[in-house]
């Protein structure tokens, strides 16, 4: 059984930036398992990475309570299975999101640029974040690369000719929230409503 507790983007440096705690759970006999935190756990983990927390989620099996915690790197996402009674780490899985992107780039781009890998492409350009987007990061010399585009959320690179990613766009439908992230800096650019 899981519970998922924690969803968001938090930066290494500002650990729980827009995210937020939710749920709790009503099993006396779990809580009496549970020393750590999420907080807790997301620290533990960022002793070991740097990088975006992208879930946290606390897992109950029969004798051990632990929290996943999956952080996002430039490079790798990480999952930590972190102990809930002790903080200790309990297991690790490691995936290389560079060569997984090479990978699928290579049977099948996916832009909203034309064919001269323009910014000003009608496609990118209609988008509702497209101006703040413009307003608060120079995207003169880069490229729009969708990444997730579903009915609550749509997730974007802007990437150079190259192929370096620079920033990543996170836009939030239903909320009509928009957050900016440099990826090369870890920071956060903007994060709010359009």
């Known amino acids: 059984m899981k519970r998922n507790l924690l969803i968001g983007t938090a930066a290494a440096t500002v650990i729980l930036g827009g995210a937020a705690v939710v749920g709790a759970s009503d099993d006396n006999n779990i809580k009496d398992n549970q020393a750590f935190t999420a907080e ?3 620290q533990t983990a960022f002793e070991k990475v740097e990088g975006f927390v992208q879930e946290v989620d606390l897992s109950f099996e029969e004798d051990e ?3 996943e915690v ?3 790197s430039s490079v ?3 999952e930590f299975n972190i102990d809930a009674a002790t903080g200790k780490i309990v297991g690790q899985e490691i995936e290389n999101t560079v060569e997984e992107e090479k990978q699928e780039e290579a049977g099948q781009k996916r832009s909203f640029d034309d064919s001269n890998n323009s910014n000003e492409s009608t ?5 509702e974040e497209y101006d703040t987007i413009i307003d608060q990061v120079n995207a003169e010399d880069l490229t729009f690369h969708l990444v997730t585009d579903n009915p609550g959320n749509r997730i974007m690179f802007l990437v150079d000719d190259e192929g370096k990613k620079h920033f990543k766009t996170i836009f939030v439908k239903h909320d009509n929230l928009l957050k900016i992230i440099d990826v090369n800096d870890h920071g956060q650019v903007f994060n709010g409503n359009l």
Do not use: D, K, P
């Open 40 to 42: 807790q756990a997301i």
């Open 65 to 67: 309570n632990y929290y």
């Open 70 to 72: 999956q952080i996002e």
């Open 76 to 78: 790798n996402e990480y």
């Open 123 to 127: 496609n990118v350009t209609s988008l």
